[in-house]
């Protein structure tokens, strides 16, 4: 029971909270109609506790390709349900002792912290709907590509952590990846977890076992930080997410935890794999749903290779040197 001692607070919280919501307001009539939401993330929220991609990575592509909802309320809606999905399975790693590299929630967190603002602001109204779903689908996919290149190496450098002492260079690399992966994140309501992973696995070589929980506690973060901005700030919080919110919230502050420990027992290339089956089949279910159009293909193409070559160029991972236990 102690490894639950952070988790099972906040879930009783949650529950009650969602309880009281129920019972004293006319909502439920809404939530059960939201059921599909919630069959959604049962696979969401496991998926998002147990890998670097976020609940949000599979919420966003479900509800603006298959459930053709906007992709600005599918992306308050990731903000929202990783509020309580990501955080439950953060406090469980937390209070389980998961290895977990600190400073590589610190440090992204701070510059994540402006590009949420920079990309809401200065980014996001520059989108169309539809290059939108194929940006996250098509980003996903050399994210996957670049991974997979490293783990092919079989003299790939496996580390436990970041250096001991940061550099200075060290700390702008966190901090510049944290301000990239805020702007991603503030398209799809996801985005920090994966763009970190990568530098943290590529840049760095760090185990993917440490690498993944290490990024689903900064995701908690950043996420509530997303939920604030669009709830209270901008105030664009909109009844469907509203509706399928509370039918999914009772679903996800199980099965986070609930893949965030099932990880904790699986093999790095296990980890891995994962991952890579996860992103295609986003990948051919976005073209499938959306159109094998030129357009599509061609738009796709350029952002898989220049994301695909950005990962090339930040991978590092043989040629490290061996660092001191």
């Not at 309880?19 to 909502?27: E, F, G, H, K, L």
């Amino acid at each position: 029971m102690r490894g639950l001692r952070f988790y099972l607070p906040y879930a009783t919280f949650v529950l009650v909270g969602l309880a009281i919501v129920y019972t004293t307001t006319d909502v439920l009539p809404y939530v059960l109609a939201s059921w599909p939401a919630a069959v959604a993330m049962v696979f969401g929220s496991f998926i998002g506790g147990a890998s670097a991609e976020g609940g949000g990575a599979i919420a966003f592509p479900v509800f603006t390709l298959i459930f053709k909802i906007a992709p600005a309320s599918a992306r308050n809606f990731s903000f929202a349900i990783q509020s309580v999905g990501m955080v439950s399975a953060s406090l469980m790693i937390i209070g389980r002792g998961i290895p977990i590299e600190k400073r590589a929630i610190f440090y992204p967190a701070i510059g994540a912290v402006f590009g949420l603002l920079i990309g809401t602001y200065g980014v996001v109204p520059l989108l169309n709907p539809t290059m939108t779903k194929l940006f996250f689908v098509s980003l996903w996919m050399s994210f996957g590509i670049g991974l997979w290149r490293a783990n092919r190496n079989a003299s790939r450098i496996v580390r436990k952590g970041l250096p001991p002492v940061l550099t200075q260079r060290d700390v702008f690399n966190l901090i510049g990846i944290g301000v990239l992966g805020g702007i991603v994140t503030s398209i799809f309501g996801n985005g920090i977890c994966m763009v970190t992973f990568c530098l943290l696995t590529l840049w760095y070589g760090i185990d993917e076992r440490i690498a993944t929980p290490t990024s689903v506690v900064l995701m908690s973060v950043i996420t509530v930080c997303g939920f604030f901005l669009h709830a209270v700030v901008i105030q664009d919080f909109g009844p469907i997410e509203y509706h399928t919110w509370l039918a999914a919230a009772p679903v996800v502050v199980f099965f986070s935890p609930l893949g965030a420990f099932t990880i904790s027992f699986w093999k790095r290339l296990s980890i891995a794999r994962l991952l890579y089956t996860i992103i295609t089949v986003q990948l051919i279910g976005a073209f499938y749903v959306l159109g094998f159009t030129f357009e599509n293909l061609m738009f796709s193409a350029v952002v898989i290779i220049l994301g695909t070559w950005l990962m090339i160029k930040i991978d590092r991972s043989s040629n490290l040197p061996e660092q001191a236990p």
